[in-house]
């Protein structure tokens, strides 16, 4: 069975770091391409960074710079570590992937990160 | 960066209706093309991807079409448990969602 657990997430000042994970069993993160998916409060989902199976990475212009998506493949793990954070990315941030033609067929539950001082 | 935009925004509905959903893309995407249904406090469900191809286990009530910039989901009768939101999703050029379009209870 495919599982992803998030983790990580709180409530931090804005200006400030955090760093977030996503435990995966089921596949293997360097088999597969992982991407961190977010929903702000009452809002729709926003793509904000990839990871392929070879290693390369994308990112969204909105957090290019801030935060840098990776992996520990002996933990089949998945992070994402935010910096410089701001109020606008206050959301529930969700680990995904493992889709058909690169959807996001399995997803976890979220961890919500909150920016404010 | 391609752009995606969904029609309508909402949509109120019965039981047993035909639900049609348009997404367009700001440029051809072939069909890399995927739907996802989201329900309250729960995570993206996949529906469909490849633009019509159903994804193992979702209702044959469910289906896609289109190619290039234009995008449809139907719902061939409305359920229950069909009220949500749907997001269509690109993937030709990096991952971009649309705004979403909730389908409420007439």
């Known amino acids: 069975e495919v599982q992803l657990v998030e983790s990580g997430g709180g409530l931090i000042q804005p200006g400030g770091s955090l760093r977030l994970s996503c435990a995966v069993s089921g596949f293997t993160v360097s088999s597969n391409y992982v991407s961190w998916v977010r929903q702000a409060p009452g809002k729709g989902l926003e793509w904000i960074s990839v990871?392929?199976?070879?290693?390369?990475?994308d990112y969204a212009d909105s957090v290019k710079g801030r935060f840098t998506i990776s992996r520990d493949t002996s933990k089949n793990t998945l992070y994402l570590q935010m910096s410089s954070l701001r109020a606008e990315d206050t959301a529930l941030y969700y680990c995904a992937g493992r889709g058909p033609e690169y959807t996001f067929g399995s997803w976890g539950r979220g961890t919500l990160v909150t920016v404010s001082s | 960066d391609i752009q995606m935009t969904q029609s309508p925004s909402s949509v109120s509905a019965s039981v047993g209706d035909r639900v049609t959903i348009t997404c367009r893309a700001s440029?051809?995407?072939?069909?890399?093309l995927a739907w996802y249904q989201q329900k309250p406090g729960k995570a993206p469900k996949l529906l469909i991807y490849?633009?019509?191809s159903l994804q193992s286990g979702v209702p044959s009530r469910f289906s896609g079409s289109g190619s290039g910039t234009h995008f449809t989901l139907t719902i061939s009768s409305l359920q229950p448990e069909d009220f949500a939101t749907y997001y269509c999703q690109q993937a030709h050029s990096l991952f971009t969602f649309g705004p979403g379009t909730k389908v409420e209870i007439k």
């Open positions: 990871i392929y199976s070879g290693g390369s990475t």
């Open positions: 440029q051809g995407i072939g069909s890399w």
């Open positions: 490849g633009a019509s």
